[in-house]
Structures are given as C-alpha cells and as structure tokens.
C-alpha cells in the first residue's frame, strides 16, 4: 500500500497541470473553451487510468 501511494503521486500532479493549462487557455482564448475543455477532459481520464491501474495492481499483488 505504501507503494501505491507513492504511485498516486505523479496522476495527482498530472491531473494537476492539466487543469492549470486548462484555466490558463480559457483565460487567454475564451472562444477556445469548448475545445479545450474536451481535450482537459480526455487529459484527465487518463491520467486517472493510471492512477486505477495502480490501484488495481496494489491489490493484486
């Protein structure tokens, strides 16, 4: 489990970033938030796939 931890990490920073890229594109285009927000949002699922994937893998083993 203390493994998992640590692998939680890096999906938080990176779920993270994207959306500070996300608010910093909506804040410089507007008119670009409905395209930005569908990739923030893609973005997001996977990197929240990795952190499932740990997960999973922690039980597991």
């Given amino acids: 489990m203390i493994g998992y931890g640590l692998a939680a990490v890096g999906p938080g920073i990176g779920i993270g970033l994207i959306f500070a890229a996300y608010i910093n594109g909506v804040a ?34």
């Fill in 28 to 61: 410089r285009q507007p008119e670009a938030q409905a395209r930005l927000q569908a990739i923030a949002i893609l973005g997001f699922a996977l990197a929240e796939a990795l952190a499932i994937i740990g997960i999973a893998l922690a039980f597991v083993l």
